[in-house]
């Protein structure tokens, strides 16, 4: 029996715990995978009510820029629902770092999840030894997977190494101490859109 979700299935905000965020986060996935009939509140009046009363993501998702990876679909979210931070090989730089801590401490998102995907160009530019001018990004993610050369157990090295990176940051790990925070970690596969959750 297909099952049929309307907008209202999915208003939740920043006050939901980390546990409802993820399983916000498996529902829209399951249905983003099988393709189940779902419309978002892209109106004007939905644009206008956040301008006027502000965001409330209820999760805060780091992952790479790959332009196949868009956590909103993925997720099945509107807009207003997750702050995303994007950057290559979905590495944990300075500005990444205090990208979170905003999205944590001053929105109030209690899951701070890091989404790393299969097929990447970065480990692969990582596990091929560039360098150069994507030097900076290839020798981070190179720190982080050790000697592996399994793509899909690089990816994973990688996303676990920036969970800990950001575990260390201080204003989280005090949000974490607290019970206000929950990082995560997953990865999506690019060949048939879903997402497998790593084990905390």
């Given at each position: 029996?297909?099952?049929?979700?309307?907008?209202?299935?999915?208003?939740?905000?920043?006050?939901?715990?980390?546990?409802?965020?993820?399983?916000?986060?498996?529902?829209?996935?399951?249905?983003?995978?099988?393709?189940?009939?779902?419309?978002?509140?892209?109106?004007?009046?939905r644009?206008?009510?956040?301008?006027e009363?502000?965001?409330?993501?209820?999760?805060?998702v780091i992952?790479?820029?790959?332009?196949?990876?868009?956590?909103?679909?993925?997720?099945?979210?509107g807009l207003?629902?997750?702050?995303?931070?994007?950057?290559?090989?979905?590495?944990?730089g300075?500005?990444?770092?205090?990208?979170?801590?905003?999205?944590?401490?001053?929105?109030?998102?209690?899951?701070?999840?890091?989404?790393g995907?299969?097929h990447?160009?970065?480990?692969?530019?990582?596990?091929?030894?560039?360098?150069g001018?994507?030097?900076?990004?290839?020798?981070?993610?190179?720190?982080?997977i050790?000697?592996?050369t399994?793509?899909y157990?690089?990816?994973?090295l990688?996303?676990?190494t920036?969970?800990?990176?950001?575990?260390?940051?201080?204003?989280?790990?005090?949000?974490?101490?607290?019970?206000?925070?929950?990082?995560?970690?997953?990865?999506?596969?690019?060949?048939?859109?879903?997402?497998?959750?790593?084990e905390?």
């Amino acid at each position: 029996m297909q099952n049929f979700y309307t907008a209202d299935d999915f208003d939740i905000d920043a006050h939901v715990s980390a546990d409802e965020a993820l399983v916000q986060l498996r529902t829209g996935n399951r249905i983003y995978v099988e393709a189940l009939d779902h419309k978002r509140d892209l109106s004007p009046e939905r644009i206008r009510e956040l301008f006027e009363r502000g965001q409330k993501p209820f999760a805060t998702v780091i992952t790479c820029s790959d332009s196949r990876v868009v956590p909103e679909h993925i997720f099945m979210a509107g807009l207003g629902e997750l702050f995303v931070i994007r950057v290559a090989g979905n590495v944990i730089g300075d500005l990444e770092a205090a990208s979170a801590v905003y999205a944590c401490k001053h929105l109030h998102t209690r899951l701070l999840l890091v989404l790393g995907h299969t097929h990447c160009g970065a480990i692969r530019a990582a596990l091929d030894g560039e360098g150069g001018s994507v030097a900076s990004l290839t020798e981070r993610i190179r720190d982080a997977i050790g000697a592996v050369t399994d793509p899909y157990e690089a990816s994973v090295l990688n996303t676990r190494t920036a969970m800990r990176e950001l575990s260390e940051q201080p204003d989280l790990a005090t949000l974490s101490a607290k019970g206000a925070l929950t990082i995560a970690g997953a990865i999506y596969h690019t060949h048939c859109g879903v997402v497998d959750f790593l084990e905390r």
